[in-house]
């Protein structure tokens, strides 16, 4: 068994089971010891609570919730200096939340983990929101809810500034839905993650880590077939080719439908010639 199988192994552990119990911060530093062999994610997840119990030791529990946020700001963004990283936002170690915890610079992926990690420890009911294109949290309390984006020191959001943020990723052609503004779970926070370091190494031509965030994108959601195209097309690139045509064949079976089934026919009648296996 090689490191990366027993990480992925553990990462499979910490993924499975009911939605309500699936961890943010473990999936997510796992990820990151598929790069960073040694590092040690019980350590990091020690790091995360003491923070927590930190910022929990610093704001009354009977305070309104903008008070204990305010403090939270001044923890994490003004003494521990955490922000979201413009000039490099395309950086692989934006999303590797080790890395994130040693530069306190990330995106807001991974500033939301933190965010969320620390509030929660502190005992505050916070949660990931997944905007398209900008995920940030939502702290919910019997007086409000309140949106903050942890990628610009905090800074609260109302539901017209969200709209605005959406649409400077997307233009107008991705309508605002008020599904939006709702929570995501731990495993689509995590997909997320995933899909940012699956795109931005296959921009780089980085084949072997894209190959891992497939790997992982599959121990979260088995069936995601797009994602077993990506590892035939992938595993056809490198030279894997009977792995490759068993991706394929499994996508071509169950997608039948699908825009791009001409094109993956084709992949798989090449692969069928070059690897002499038999028609099905």
Not at 62 to 80: C, G, K, N, P
Not at 103 to 119: F, K
Not at 124 to 148: F, N, T
Not at 159 to 174: D, H, K, S
Request: net charge negative; glycine share 8%.
């Amino acid at each position: 068994m090689t490191a990366f199988d027993d990480t992925l192994g553990r990462f499979r552990a910490a993924v499975a089971g009911p939605m309500s119990l699936v961890p943010l911060a473990r999936p997510a530093l796992l990820i990151a010891q598929a790069e960073y062999p040694g590092l040690d994610v019980e350590a990091y997840e020690e790091r995360l609570h003491d923070l927590g119990a930190h910022l929990e030791a610093r704001i009354h529990p009977s305070a309104d919730v903008r008070t204990q946020l305010a403090e939270a700001h001044r923890l994490l963004f003004e003494e521990y200096g955490f922000h979201g990283n413009e000039d490099e936002y395309g950086d692989p170690k934006n999303l590797y939340l080790n890395d994130v915890m040693e530069r306190r610079t990330g995106i807001p992926v991974t500033l939301a983990i933190l965010y969320v990690e620390v509030c929660r420890t502190a005992g505050l009911d916070a949660h990931a929101v997944g905007l398209p294109g900008h995920v940030i949290v939502r702290v919910d309390s019997p007086e409000a809810s309140v949106l903050v984006d942890p990628f610009n020191a905090g800074s609260e959001l109302t539901e017209e500034q969200c709209r605005q943020l959406v649409r400077g990723v997307f233009g107008r052609r991705t309508p605002f839905r008020e599904h939006f503004l709702e929570p995501v779970t731990s495993r689509q926070v995590t997909q997320r993650l995933l899909h940012n370091l699956k795109a931005g190494y296959l921009q780089r031509g980085d084949e072997e880590r894209a190959g891992r965030a497939i790997e992982f994108l599959l121990a979260l959601f088995p069936w995601d077939l797009d994602e077993v195209r990506d590892r035939g097309m992938l595993r056809e690139r490198v030279g894997d080719l009977p792995a490759a045509l068993a991706d394929l064949e499994e996508y071509v079976r169950y997608r039948a439908g699908a825009r791009d089934i001409q094109t993956v026919n084709e992949a798989v009648r090449s692969l069928r010639r070059q690897t002499g296996a038999a028609e099905r």
